[in-house]
């Protein structure tokens, strides 16, 4: 429980005490120039491969409880404004209310307040933040969406758009529950599209990049909560499947950087990591980038930061999760590699991207 439990939005009281943070929390300055240039070398690279062909991609996410939820769409905007991803529609994969104003905020203060949100209409998860980092930013950034009634149900949303994409090219992103994929993958022919499901997904979708799962074994938050749909997800989704499990972001602390930037202001995104890294001891160093590591990887490629295990995932009744080796395996999941390293720096430099 206690993998479970690293990634819950727990009181604070309750937390339990969680590994000590060994990587330094300010680089030295030549370290930070380096990441600055390897960013803006990311950024610029994508840039020229996206020229003709950004990526199109949905984001889904349950943006609430945990924060790096808030870096992740940072991320996304960053590589949209740099012409790598084009983004579709962003969807929660939870429904307290109020979470899909707080999506129309974060898109908004990044320029782009048309893109499509969903929300469940259906059961999903409802969890809050506890440190109350939604409702200020509610509190003090535009959003035209004022409750999840304004919002499109996440399937008919899904099924829309993937209906007017061409063939195998949509790339879609969870870095929450896999609620509205499991859903999606069971609806029926509709008016956007004659296939099922499954069929339109298979027609549709070029891989699926989750922050979901511990490897090779364990039990991770966004599987666990609802493991139900991950593990129906898992076992018929027809793509590739890219996974960047708990050991992988648990160790990439962000969001100092950001925070002490004086030349910041206004800024929704400094903001939520201003009020809640000082809210838990464990974000002394940053807060872990579980979910910024799937955007990383699912925009801009797992090379050379990471190098990948091909096999099969399996979900537990509990909610953990066991890996099957396999050469010939749909799904992969992110290996360390030397240059796993850069990513902090390179994370803490793309969150401090700003509306362009
Ligand atoms: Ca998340």
Not at 57 to 62: E, N, P, R
Not at 165 to 182: A, C, E, K, R
Not at 265 to 283: G, T, Y
Request: positive net charge; hydrophobic residues 40%; proline residues 7%.
């Amino acid at each position: 429980m206690k993998q479970l439990n690293d990634h819950l939005s727990m009181a604070p009281q309750t937390r339990p005490h969680r590994r000590i943070a060994t990587r330094l929390t300010a680089a030295p300055l030549t370290a930070r120039l380096l990441a600055t240039l390897l960013t803006a070398l990311l950024l610029i690279t994508a840039t020229t491969h996206a020229q003709n062909k950004p990526l199109p991609v949905i984001f889904d996410t349950d943006m609430g409880p945990d924060y790096d939820d808030v870096g992740a769409i940072t991320l996304l905007h960053a590589f949209a404004d740099s012409g790598k991803a084009n983004i579709l529609a962003t969807i929660a994969s939870t429904r307290y209310e109020g979470v899909a104003a707080v999506i129309d905020v974060f898109n908004t203060w990044f320029h782009r307040p048309n893109i499509p949100i969903g929300v469940p209409k259906t059961w999903a998860v409802g969890q809050k933040d506890w440190q109350h980092w939604t409702d200020t930013i509610l509190a003090n950034y535009p959003h035209a969406i004022r409750n999840n009634t304004q919002a499109e149900n996440a399937v008919t949303l899904y099924r829309r758009i993937l209906a007017n994409q061409p063939d195998h090219s949509v790339v879609i992103i969870t870095t929450g529950f896999l609620t509205n994929l499991s859903n999606l993958l069971q609806s029926p022919p509709d008016s956007f599209s004659p296939r099922d499901g499954k069929q339109l997904v298979r027609q549709k979708v070029k891989k699926l990049v989750s922050m979901a799962g511990k490897f090779p074994q364990g039990k991770e938050f966004n599987v666990a909560k609802d493991s139900v749909a991950s593990a129906y997800v898992f076992d018929n989704w027809p793509t590739p499947i890219l996974l960047s499990g708990f050991e992988i972001g648990v160790k990439i602390k962000t969001g100092l950087p950001l925070v002490m930037n004086a030349d910041m202001q206004n800024s929704p995104v400094k903001d939520v990591f201003r009020i809640c890294l000082p809210m838990a001891k464990e974000d002394a160093k940053g807060r872990s980038s579980w979910d910024e590591t799937a955007v990383l990887v699912g925009i801009a490629g797992y090379k050379p930061w990471y190098s990948t295990l091909s096999g099969r995932i399996h979900v537990l009744p509990d909610g953990s999760n066991t890996w099957e080796p396999s050469a010939s395996g749909r799904h992969a999941y992110l290996v360390e590699t030397p240059a796993s390293g850069e990513v902090q720096d390179l994370i803490n430099d793309l969150i401090m991207h700003r509306p362009r």
